[in-house]
């Protein structure tokens, strides 16, 4: 899992709304790792543009991404007999009309990670 969720190159295979990679620099991933891919989250497609920040191999996986709002994201692994165990925290930095419909944004985040987890479990 760990390998899936650090390729990059493949993310646009299982993340849910992410449509295309537009950039990558250093990768695979790794401290350092920048990566802009184009996404749609509330009906709106954007560009990201991400950060790799944390890196344990086989541990945990993070990125900071400062487009469309300044966001961290988080997985932690932990094997669990044949199985892993993920956590995940996404920390934001809301403001103006993003702040305002902070509930929505929530929400579609967590489903759209919700549904990447499931599409990453097929695509495995």
Known sequence: MFAA???IAHHTDWIEGAIELVTLIDG???LGTAWEHSAVLMGKTFVSANVCNIF??????GWQSGKPFVSQFTYELEPVGRATR????VDAEETGIVQLAEPLVERQIR???ERSLAR???FL
């Open 5 to 7: 969720r650090t390729d």
């Open 86 to 89: 993920l956590d995940w925290t």
């Open 28 to 30: 695979p991933a790794g």
């Open 120 to 122: 990453l479990q097929a």
């Open 56 to 61: 344990e191999r086989n541990r945990r996986f």
């Open 111 to 113: 489903t759209m990670l």
